[in-house]
């Protein structure tokens, strides 16, 4: 396998979608509550707003012509909130692989690139959200050095 990480162009938009889409779909049915399924999970005016670059990127992982994996990421501020410290730092949207492409080390590298891009935009730490139900996400990002910072709960009313 010959992996190239890249910045995604507008003509990987479909490609982008249908890894995405296996995620949301596997949310939508361990969430149906929260989760809808739908063929463009990524909104083309939401895609296209993250090729500014600067603060926002695509990257997607291609093998042999072929997007196998996407990582969508951009910068943050804290909220401006006097009993917080001020901070700047990178939020991963999403990190997806094509289904038959898991467990060949694509996911640690779209994570690296994605540590890198950060690094470069002087961010103090990447962060994102995993649901409780993903354990094999929660089991990947541990794996990985992440760990939990803190935890949204809710009931049912």
């Keep these: 396998m010959e992996l190239i990480i890249r910045t995604a162009q507008l003509e990987d938009y479909e490609a982008v979608n249908a890894i ?13 509550e929260r989760f809808a399924k739908l063929d463009h999970v990524v909104a083309m005016g939401w895609y296209r707003s ?9 990257l997607v992982a291609e093998n042999e012509g072929l997007v196998v994996g996407v990582a ?3 910068m943050k501020k804290s909220p401006t909130y ?9 939020y991963l949207n999403e990190l997806a692989v094509s289904p ?4 060949q080390g694509i996911g640690t590298k779209l994570y690296e690139a994605s540590i890198a891009w950060a690094k470069e935009r002087s961010a103090a730490s990447l962060e994102l959200n995993v649901w409780e139900f993903n354990e094999s996400a929660i089991a990947f990002y ?3 050095g992440m760990f939990t910072l803190n935890r949204t709960m809710t009931t049912e009313i």
Excluded: C, W
């Design 50 to 58: 993250f090729s500014d670059q600067q603060n926002k990127v695509i």
């Design 100 to 103: 038959d492409f898991l467990r």
């Design 72 to 74: 969508m990421l951009e």
């Design 20 to 32: 995405i889409r296996v995620g949301q779909e596997e949310h939508a049915d361990a969430l149906p």
């Design 82 to 90: 006097e009993a917080l410290v001020p901070r700047t730092y990178a």
């Design 142 to 144: 541990k794996s990985l």
